[in-house]
């Protein structure tokens, strides 16, 4: 099945009447649970991005409180929520939620996991959100910048502290 190229669906989006664009978006929304998200946040959090990720971080809380002990449950746990994290980070296409969002997981992990634990599956979780939140702080307003700067570096000593086995090398901001 061949799909039309985007500039000729905005066209024909153009040229059809506001009734049959509403049925169009519901019949969308009810296709598939991530485009019924996606046009939720459109139509009712697109103005506060920051507010979303506070309701994110609320929604996925219980996610690390029930966290399980045992490393192999937990790593797949941990991957669930960065799923998620990143689908919501999706949604918002902003930079700020995205590494506000990171920095919450990597302060979540280092409370609700075993930080004394070997797993190199688990530990590469972490460094992969440190590894993201270095890359996207770049890309954010400088003010914004250095705020979350402290906090990284913060995140970065406690890690140091507390982690078996991790090292900051190439990590710092």
């Not at 930080?115 to 992969?128: C, D, H, I, N, V």
């Not at 700067?149 to 140091?160: G, H, I, K, T, W």
Request: one cysteine or more; hydrophobic letters at 35%.
């Amino acid at each position: 099945m061949y799909s039309e190229k985007l500039s000729d669906i905005r066209k024909e989006l153009k040229e059809k009447n506001p009734v049959y664009l509403i049925e169009l978006c519901l019949r969308l929304a009810k296709y598939k649970k991530e485009i019924k998200e996606l046009t939720s946040y459109l139509l009712f959090y697109a103005d506060d991005p920051m507010e979303y990720a506070r309701m994110v971080k609320e929604a996925l809380l219980p996610e690390f409180t029930n966290l399980n002990k045992h490393e192999y449950y937990a790593t797949k746990s941990l991957r669930k929520i960065i799923r998620q994290l990143n689908k919501h980070t999706k949604f918002t296409a902003s930079k700020q939620v995205e590494v506000e969002l990171a920095i919450w997981f990597c302060k979540n992990f280092m409370q609700y996991t075993n930080t004394r634990s070997t797993s190199k599956a688990l530990r590469s979780l972490f460094l992969r959100q440190l590894e993201k939140i270095r890359k996207v702080m770049p890309h954010i307003h400088e003010d914004l910048q250095f705020d979350l700067s402290q906090e990284y570096n913060n995140l970065v000593d406690e890690a140091r502290q507390k982690l078996r086995g991790f090292s900051a090398d190439g990590i710092s901001l």
